[in-house]
């Protein structure tokens, strides 16, 4: 599904930055208000009809349940009739950003479902509601998803995409490309209340206000000791006056109502606040008053306690999502530090700490102050297995242990292991093909071609986020032709030997792998992909082609009508459609994809090496893929050199959309 105009549905403050946002993108938006005293005041009186079935009150009014209900619905319906739904007859993705009270979030979905086209996706700004309970307000569910932005939306780069029950794969991926097409940032996660970041930080947050209130500390020095101590950007108290307090208490009620007052603890001061309508900064009134904390406490405690207690119960909470299925490793963590700032986030942090040692602090923790403090059953497995963090090469996330002996390149480092070795891709930020790539990977793979005890090479990528972004365009750009095609045909002859080699390649995709990425990844014989990963062949959006491959293996792995639907829109594909077409051999969860990785390398490379040599020989067709990269190279070269290139190119490194001539 593609997404051509866009609408935005509530024009509050976070309604009209997403659709300045989107607009920004190059994207037609129509962006429709919702009259603010209407929906109070409906909200209100839907409140009081529905409130009407509790203490007798039906049967006093004389009254059925029945009949109060389509009261209460027959309200809502007149406050979704204040929106002008013009234009919405040709959206293909519409964003709900009206207040956070299922009613009427289902009643606006009711509207969207009559008047929108059957393609169009349904998608909601709820920063914890239910997904599958507006969904069921439509007939199309499949097509309803989360689309969670974070204030401000125009400068914070996160979305939550919030997969429903009945949300499609489709659907969900459609909803990851126009995040990125927008130029955002997108997770995936369940609909779990409170998703990833609200669920952690307020999990984390609850527990510093337990503890300010039971020892009466001063709010500023609470918020100076975590802001000082860097494990968040500011302290809560600050946050929550910036946030606005009856935003957070709403949310705050909603996590200890789902999840227990024992792991979310609501701050009774706050609330008294709310009562009293400080709401913090929008108000000029919260836990502060023009910068200055409203009450005195005691400013003498334990900084190192307090701090703990919010690394700790973040750590928990972060587990916790993971162990339910509700995001992955990578998402929990990369979610934390675009949306909440903390850096490092949970599981990383835990990782340079020491899988063990945070295990033995929670241990203490959970004695000392509570339950909520457990360490999760994911933590106690890992540290059984001896994946201990960044000090043993494998914790939450996997981490290079480079060769002493070797003389290592600085963008491609070589580990050596019992069998097999891995090539682990270092070139920050992201991991971009060029010369250098090419050059340190030809010299490893030249190295582990002349030992004898090593029958595999694992491709690894040492950056957490990304396996490899693709060719480096910006230094691509400003070569000259014989350095380019120097570089393809460097490019194309390593890969070639790898595959005409007895020695077994493994490429474990953590992440996303576009253009050069995905294509180096097929030039291996196995892939295997994490949860997190993505793939795609973006060429065509710089109005190039694939060059390094993409255009004949591709065709290979997944049949000619995949690879040119592929080739041909740029748009990427989960880790788990890349399954179901036949890119990747397995998918696998995060954490677990360097011992899937290492597992087949040991398994592959124990087999009898001639055989193996002719059995990739025999089955890749050489003959037939030697003439179809010929082909490949003469396209490259030939569209390189268009005018339709540079200016795809330019567009690319100017953010803008390009502007194509057929020249």
């Known amino acids: 599904m593609f997404v051509f105009k866009a609408a935005v549905v509530g024009a509050g403050t976070m309604g009209g930055e997403i659709a300045q946002v989107i607009a920004s993108a190059g994207i037609p938006v129509l962006l429709k208000d919702i009259q603010q005293e209407l929906v109070d005041l409906g909200l209100k009186k839907a409140e009081e009809v529905t409130n009407a079935q509790l203490g007798g009150l039906v049967e006093k009014q004389k009254i059925s349940r029945e009949q109060a209900d389509a009261q209460a619905q027959e309200i809502l319906g007149r406050i979704t009739g204040a929106i002008e739904y ?10 709900e950003a009206v207040p956070e009270r299922i009613e009427l979030k289902q009643a606006v979905f009711a509207e969207l479902d009559a008047i929108t086209p059957g393609h169009a996706i349904l998608a909601s700004n709820t920063s914890s509601l239910a997904i599958s309970e507006m969904a069921d307000a439509t007939s199309r569910p499949d097509k309803v998803v989360g689309f969670h932005f974070f204030y401000p939306a125009s400068i914070m780069r996160l979305v939550e995409i919030v997969e429903g029950a009945d949300t499609s794969p489709e659907t969900m991926q459609t909803a990851t490309t126009f995040a990125q097409t927008i130029r955002k940032l997108p997770i995936a996660c369940g609909e779990e209340p409170g998703f990833v970041v609200n669920r952690v930080l307020n999990s984390a947050i609850s527990e510093i206000w337990r503890v300010q209130e039971e020892k009466d500390l001063s709010v500023k020095a609470v918020d100076d000791a975590l802001s000082q101590a860097r494990v968040a950007p500011m302290g809560p108290f600050f946050l929550t006056d910036l946030l606005g307090l009856d935003t957070v208490l709403h949310v705050a009620e909603h996590l200890q109502e789902s999840y227990g007052s024992e792991s979310f603890y609501i701050h009774q001061g706050m609330k008294a606040l709310v009562a009293a309508g400080d709401l913090g900064a929008k108000t000029g009134k919260g836990f502060y ?3 200055q904390p409203r009450s005195e406490g005691e400013t003498e405690f334990d900084h190192e306690e307090l701090t703990q207690r919010f690394v700790l119960k973040a750590l928990v909470e972060a587990c916790l999502l993971l162990e339910d299925g509700i995001a992955t490793v990578r998402d929990i963590d990369l979610g934390l530090m675009a949306g909440a700032g903390l850096v490092p986030p949970p599981l990383a942090r835990a990782d340079q700490t020491g899988l063990d040692v945070a295990l033995a602090a929670l241990e203490r923790a959970a004695v000392q102050w509570g339950e909520q403090f457990r360490p999760p059953l994911i933590l106690r497995r ?6 201990l963090g960044a000090k043993t090469g494998q914790g939450f996330f996997a981490y290079k242990q480079p060769d002493d002996g070797f ?24 991991n971009s093909l060029s010369s250098q790539v090419i050059s340190e990977l030809a010299r490893i793979w030249e ?3 002349s030992e004898d005890g090593i029958r595999a090479l ?4 040492a950056n957490p986020m990304l396996f490899c972004a693709g060719a480096d365009i910006k230094a691509f750009a400003q070569i000259d032709e014989a350095t380019g095609a120097e570089l393809l045909d460097e490019t194309h002859a390593l890969l070639r030997r790898m595959e005409c080699s007895s020695t077994v390649t493994i490429a474990a995709v953590n992440a996303v792998a576009f253009g050069g990425g995905c294509e180096l990844a097929m030039g291996c014989d196995v892939r295997i992909a994490a949860q997190s990963a993505s793939f795609g062949q973006p060429e065509i959006n710089l109005g190039i082609i694939p060059g390094f491959g993409g255009t004949q293996r591709l065709p290979r792995l997944v049949g000619t009508a995949r690879a040119l639907e592929l080739n041909l829109t740029g748009d990427p594909i989960s880790a788990e459609e890349a399954f179901e077409i036949g ?7 995060d954490h677990e994809l360097h011992d899937a990785a290492r597992a087949w390398a040991r398994k592959l490379g124990g087999q009898p090496p001639l055989a193996v040599a002719a059995i990739k020989r025999t089955t890749a067709g050489d003959a037939d893929l030697d003439q179809g990269i010929e082909a490949e190279k003469d396209a490259f070269g030939e569209i390189f050199r268009s005018d339709d290139a540079r200016e795809g190119i330019t567009a690319f490194l100017a953010k803008r959309s390009p502007r194509w001539t057929g020249r």
């Open 86 to 95: 013009e234009g919405f007859g040709d959206v293909d993705f519409v964003i």
């Open 447 to 449: 190295h582990v071609e």
């Open 583 to 589: 890119l990747v051999n397995r998918v696998v969860p």
């Open 407 to 430: 003389e290592q390149g600085e963008a491609v480092q070589l580990e050596t292991c019992d069998g097999y070795a891995i090539a682990w891709l270092d070139r920050p930020p992201a």
């Open 289 to 291: 008053d023009d910068g």
């Open 382 to 387: 890992l540290v059984a297995q001896g994946r």
């Open 458 to 461: 694992i491709l690894a990528s």
